[in-house]
Antibody, heavy 127, light 113 residues
Framework: QVQLQESGPGLVKPSQTLSLTCTVS??????????WTWIRQPAGKGLDWIGR???????DYKPSLKSRVTLSVDTSKNQFFLELSSVTAADTAVYYC???????????????????WGQGTLVTVSS | DIVMTQSPDSLSVSLGERATINCESS????????????LAWYQQKTGQPPKLLIN???TRESGVPDRFSGSGSGTHFTLTISSLQAEDVAVYYC?????????FGQGTRLEIK
């Protein structure tokens, strides 16, 4: 079965760029119709959808983060990536990657539920 | 964005009793052409990622115990645990997938009384 694993620095300085990798194992990232998603969770708080990417590079971002977020994918490595620029303490959170089981029709792909999820990685923004 | 609001924020229920969690959306999640509600429920235990329990508001995922059930339509939804077990202690989230950006409720913490 497909598994996801996040990796990247656990500490990022304010104003710098947070960069994370999600590695997909147990299957090809290009297999089936899926979008690959990033979701974050500040300590003790709820889940915050950041954005999603298809294997051909189509993206959707949360509007309030759109100016700072870049998602990319490398199908040859079975990985997708998150970059979040100009970070502040408010970006401190556990970051999850997950698979969006989208439904595609007429050239558009509509979101569905998230399964599976990675275990999450804590990123702290601090000097 | 569609705002998802859960109630209560926290809940204490005795073992074997019923637990009920509510979720309200700021707009209807019912898609009339297929008569489906675009809502999922997740369970998150401490230190773990969320686990998908239910999609389409009432369809249990494979392997999810049948004490978990989802109901509701339009803008009001409910997750019910019919007989609370110790392993059900967790935070529960609803999620709408009617449109991007996908949004979640703030979560309901379920504890044993």
């Amino acid at each position: 079965q497909v598994q996801l694993q996040e990796s990247g620095p656990g500490l990022v300085k304010p104003s710098q760029t947070l960069s994370l990798t999600c590695t997909v194992s147990g299957g090809s990232i290009s297999s089936g119709s899926y979008y690959w998603t990033w979701i974050r969770q500040p300590a003790g708080k709820g889940l915050d959808w950041i954005g999603r990417i298809s294997t051909d590079g189509r993206t959707d971002y949360k509007p309030s983060l759109k100016s700072r977020v870049t998602l990319s994918v490398d199908t040859s490595k079975n990985q997708f990536f998150l970059e979040l620029s100009s970070v502040t303490a408010a970006d401190t959170a556990v970051y999850y990657c997950a698979r969006d089981n989208v439904y595609c029709t007429g050239g558009s792909c509509y979101p569905r539920w998230f399964d599976p999820w990675g275990q999450g990685t804590l990123v702290t923004v601090s000097s | 964005d569609i705002v998802m609001t859960q109630s209560p924020d926290s809940l204490s229920v005795s073992l074997g009793e019923r637990a009920t969690i509510n979720c309200e959306s700021s707009q209807s999640l019912l898609y009339r052409p297929n008569n489906k509600n675009y809502l999922a429920w997740y369970q998150q235990k401490t230190g773990q990622p969320p686990k998908l329990l239910i999609n389409w508001a009432s369809t249990r995922e494979s392997g999810v115990p049948d004490r978990f059930s989802g109901s509701g339509s339009g803008t009001h939804f409910t997750l019910t645990i019919s007989s609370l077990q110790a392993e059900d202690v967790a935070v529960y989230y609803c999620q709408q997938y009617y449109t991007v950006p996908v949004t979640f409720g703030q979560g309901t913490r379920l504890e044993i009384k």
